[in-house]
Nanobody, 125 residues
Framework: QVQLVESGGGLVQAGDSLRLSCVASGRTPSTYAMGWFRQATGKEREFVARISWGGSSTYYADSVKGRFTISRDNAKKTMYLQMNSLEPADTAVYYC??????????????????WGQGTQVTVSS
C-alpha cells in the first residue's frame, strides 16, 4: 500500500504564496507520476497539475498556469506545489495522487490509484 501525506496548507490573503508538500511512503511503485487535485466545497474534485517520474514533463490546468509550479524530489519521495498569486477561487482542499502510468497527459481522478487525505488552502479577499 502507498501512503501519501500532504502538508503546507493554511489561511492566506489574495496575492500571497504557499508551498504544498506531499510525501510518499510504503510500497511505492518503482516509477510513478504524481499529480495535484483540488476540491472546493460543493464542487467536484478537479485536476491542478501533474509531473512525470523524472520531472521533465509537467502539465497544468489553465486556471493555475503561470501561477503554480509543480516539482518533485524522488530521493525524498516528495512532490511540491508552489502556489503564487493566490486567489479566493483557489480555496479548496488540495490532494496529491500517484499514477502508475508515468507518461502522458492524465487529468482524471480515476486514473490515479493512490490519494492523500488532503490539506486545506483558504484564500481570503
Amino acid at each position: 500500500q502507498v501512503q501519501l501525506v500532504e502538508s503546507g496548507g493554511g489561511l492566506v490573503q489574495a496575492g500571497d504564496s504557499l508551498r504544498l508538500s506531499c510525501v510518499a511512503s510504503g510500497r511505492t511503485p518503482s516509477t510513478y507520476a504524481m499529480g495535484w487535485f483540488r476540491q472546493a466545497t460543493g464542487k467536484e474534485r478537479e485536476f491542478v497539475a501533474r509531473i512525470s517520474w523524472g520531472g521533465s514533463s509537467t502539465y497544468y490546468a489553465d486556471s493555475v498556469k503561470g501561477r503554480f509550479t509543480i516539482s518533485r524530489d524522488n530521493a525524498k519521495k516528495t512532490m511540491y506545489l508552489q502556489m503564487n498569486s493566490l486567489e479566493p477561487a483557489d480555496t479548496a482542499v488540495y490532494y496529491c495522487a500517484v499514477d502508475r502510468q508515468i507518461t502522458g497527459w492524465r487529468n482524471r481522478t480515476w486514473q490515479y490509484g493512490y490519494w492523500g487525505q488532503g490539506t486545506q488552502v483558504t484564500v481570503s479577499s
